[in-house]
């Protein structure tokens, strides 16, 4: 089957405002910012999205996010975008602050078809108990708060310990970034950019990978394939120009003459 679709807006062109996304990436590093910008550019609104990360403030899902496209947000770390942060305290925009592990596994769990699971994480914190601010007023209350969950204690390895049941996570649409792809949906990532692209493609209902280098089927070795064809449905191939395209998050180097 021929997944592949003319271009970035006809891929997304059916994502309703309202959707969930689920959003491959972390930090600025292998998210898809081709499909980010067709949704900017489509003028879909009043989004969730489940992604580590909301980008920058003028790059990634932070494009989104300044437009205020994006009514919720569940992410783990959301420290490099000031207008997240104002929006955030300000009433703007609801927040599910997640730990990153537990986040992963809620994403690998949906698209597992495991409904949820127990995990140490978080327990005896408000993780667990509830109380997390998801949503302020623009006075600066807490309007909506996590609920409690359910927590068991097990013993491991002979160890008793608190768990916290933590939900599986089902995004009506996943939105990743692969190195390799073909027209069957088979993806291949390439080092850090692997990221949580796995698991959004994973947990996305329909999934669209854009794909910086588009191969013919049978071209993939089986062995090297990190994203299976049966959870793809949509396949969209980036010019040179858009491949070449990615953005450095917060560049770090040494003074001229240093080190030499």
Known sequence: ??????SAADAVADIPSGATLSVGGFGLC???AVLIEALLEAGTTDLEAVSNNCGVDDWGLGRLLAEKRLRRMVSS????????????LSGELEVELTPQGTLAER????????????TATGGGTQVAEGGLPWRYDDAGNVVVASPPKETREFTVHGETREYVLEEAIVADFGLVRAWKGDRHGNLVYRDSARNF???AAMCGRVTIAEVEHLVEPGEIDPNDVHTPGVYVQRVVALTPEQAADKRIERRTVRPRGEGA
Not at 80 to 88: G, L, S, T, V
Not at 107 to 116: D, L
């Open 1 to 6: 089957m021929d997944k592949v679709v003319a």
């Open 30 to 32: 292998g998210i898809p």
């Open 77 to 88: 770390y959301v420290g490099e975008n000031k207008e997240f942060a104002r929006q955030y």
């Open 107 to 118: 994403m690998r769990a949906g698209g597992s078809g495991i409904p949820a699971f127990f």
């Open 197 to 199: 692209n796995p698991l």
